[in-house]
């Protein structure tokens, strides 16, 4: 069992554009080794697969108009929100969605930072498929076994302020199940489910930071290998939260 843990931002990563190889950059700058685990920004992903939009190419719909005239946000933004969610949870004080990975956001997770002016992000529309990828292609060049987790910063319920979240991993599961062990008093543990991937997500976004620190990726050495599963998200009808939104 390991004793601590090693947690690098990786700098000196250029400005991510379309087309460039994320992986390979990640790897000129960093030396794996088996077990370790890469946290990649979702923006920087979107960059480099070309998952931008124009506002100036977006023509709002009704919806979007109205909702954009309670929030004063631009109507075209907002469209690109509605346009990239499966679901509307709430519209207003702000649009909370969810989209086709399962990920339930503020704004669908369309982001107009770090970004030239008049270009708005979206979220990989497949966040698992891009942690494969970029692992599968990590693994190929260096022959190490990794894993990788695509993060996106999230508010929280009940609480202020932001934190990184996991929206797609690879070659790890989410969810370290604790069900069936003992704990301390020997008592058998029948809920507890320790998520993992965010709790390693968050730690990223610590490293990364919010403006101008320029640190897409973040790179953990000596986090013990645990066991459980991939079922993150509640389905619908267990999601008490949900259930309750949609009556507001």
């Known amino acids: ?96 969605t969810e989209v086709s990975c399962g990920h339930v956001g503020v704004r669908s997770g369309v982001d107009a930072s770090n970004v030239e002016d008049g270009l708005v992000i979206t979220l990989p529309p497949d966040p698992m498929k891009e942690a494969d990828e970029i692992r599968e292609e990590i693994k190929n060049r260096t022959g190490k076994e990794c894993g990788v987790i695509v993060t996106d910063t999230c508010g929280r319920s009940f609480r202020r302020g932001q934190t990184g979240h996991a929206i797609g991993w690879s070659g790890i599961t989410a969810i370290r199940d604790f069900r069936g062990d003992s704990d301390l008093f020997g008592h058998i543990l029948e809920i507890t489910e320790e998520a993992v991937v965010d709790e390693i997500a968050g730690f990223a976004n610590l490293m990364m930071g919010e403006s101008n620190n320029g640190v897409p990726a973040v790179h953990f050495r000596g986090i013990p290998a645990w066991t459980g599963h991939d079922t993150i998200y509640f389905r619908p009808e267990e999601d008490v939260i949900r259930s309750a939104l949609k009556k507001v």
């Open 1 to 96: 069992m390991h004793t601590s843990v090693t947690v690098t931002g990786i700098r000196g990563l250029p400005l991510i554009q379309k087309g460039d190889n994320l992986p390979g950059l990640i790897i000129d700058k960093c030396a794996l080794e088996d077990g370790d685990i890469i946290c990649i920004a979702s923006t920087v992903i979107s960059k480099a697969k070309g998952y931008t939009r124009h506002l100036k190419d977006i023509t709002p719909g009704d919806r979007a108009t109205r909702i954009a005239q309670k929030t004063g946000e631009d109507p075209r933004f907002i469209q690109v929100v509605l346009d990239q969610a499966c679901d509307v949870l709430i519209e207003t004080p702000f649009t909370l």
